[in-house]
C-alpha cells in the first residue's frame, strides 16, 4: 500500500495519518442496508479490516477508531468478521473478541510475511516476527481462531521451521506474492518499486511465482487442509491436503 497513489495522494509514506474517527458512526448507520444488500447478493454480510489500512497502528490509542467499531460490531454484527493486522497489537482487545465469537464469524489474520524482520534497503516492520508470532499465541490459546496471512512472501531463510513454529500458533495460513497478489496480473504495480531490488538482494528466485508454489508445498505439510493461496486464501478457501 505505500507505493499505492490512491493511498498515499503524493505524500511520502509514514508523513501523514488520516483517522477516520466517524467510522463508528458510519457503520452503524449503513448496517442494515448493507447486510441487505450483501445477504442477497452474496450470501452473508461480511467485513474484512482492512485491506489498505491496519486497524492496530499506535495511534489507535489517542483515536480509538478500532475500539469503537469493534463495539459497534458487537451492537449490530456482521455475519462474518475477518480481523487483519501487521501488528502485534492485534491481540490487545481480547474481550471484544470473544464477545463477537458469540455473534459473528469472527477470524484474525496476522501478516506474517518471512522469518526475517527485514529485507536490506527496506525499513524495519511495524513489529517483529517474534512478537507477531507470540500475538498470534496468544489469541490462539484465548480460543480465537487465527490465521498467518505470508503476504506478500519474502524469502524465507528456514521455511520449514517457520512452518513448523506457526503450526503451533495458527489454525491456518495464507500465502500470497506480489505477482498476482498486488493487484496486477504479472505483479507490474509492485516491480515498479524497492521490494524487487530487496528480494533480489537475498534469493533472487523469490521474486518468481515458482517459489511461492514451492513455499506452498512445505506449509501444506505442516498444515493439511489448512493452507489458502491468493485472494481465495484470504476468503477462507483452503487447498485440498496432498
Not at 461480511?46 to 451492537?75: H, K
Not at 490462539?140 to 506478500?152: D, I, M, R
Not at 503451533?168 to 495460513?173: F, G, I, L
Not at 498476482?180 to 515498479?192: E, V
Request: a positive charge.
Amino acid at each position: 500500500m505505500r507505493h499505492s497513489p490512491w493511498v498515499t495522494r503524493g505524500e511520502p509514506w509514514g508523513a501523514f495519518l488520516e483517522a477516520k474517527v466517524n467510522a463508528a458512526e458510519l457503520y452503524r448507520g449503513q448496517h442494515r442496508r448493507e447486510r441487505a444488500w450483501a445477504r442477497r447478493a452474496r450470501g452473508a454480510f461480511g467485513i474484512f479490516m482492512s485491506s489498505a489500512t491496519d486497524p492496530f497502528v499506535p495511534q489507535e490509542d489517542r483515536f480509538g477508531v478500532t475500539a469503537g467499531l469493534l463495539a459497534a460490531f458487537l451492537e449490530q454484527p456482521p455475519d462474518v468478521l475477518i480481523v487483519q493486522s501487521h501488528s502485534h497489537r492485534v491481540a490487545g482487545p481480547l474481550a471484544s473478541y470473544r464477545a463477537l465469537l458469540r455473534r459473528c464469524r469472527l477470524r484474525i489474520h496476522i501478516s506474517i510475511e518471512s522469518d526475517r524482520d527485514r529485507l536490506p534497503g527496506l525499513p524495519p516492520p511495524a513489529s517483529s516476527v517474534k512478537r507477531r508470532i507470540e500475538a498470534a499465541g496468544t489469541l490462539k490459546a484465548a480460543g480465537v481462531p487465527v490465521v498467518v496471512t505470508v503476504s506478500p512472501l519474502l524469502p524465507l531463510h528456514d521455511p520449514e521451521r517457520f512452518f513448523a513454529r506457526l503450526r503451533r500458533v495458527a489454525d491456518a495460513v495464507v500465502i500470497d506474492h506480489y505477482v498476482g497478489g498486488d493487484g496486477s496480473a504479472d505483479g507490474s504495480r509492485t516491480r515498479h518499486t524497492a521490494l524487487p531490488a530487496a528480494i533480489a538482494a537475498v534469493d533472487p528466485a523469490a521474486n518468481d511465482l515458482a517459489y511461492r508454489e514451492a513455499v506452498t508445498r512445505i506449509a501444506q505439510r505442516h498444515f493439511p487442509g489448512r493452507v489458502g493461496v491468493g485472494a481465495a486464501g484470504f476468503a477462507g478457501v483452503m487447498l485440498r491436503p496432498g
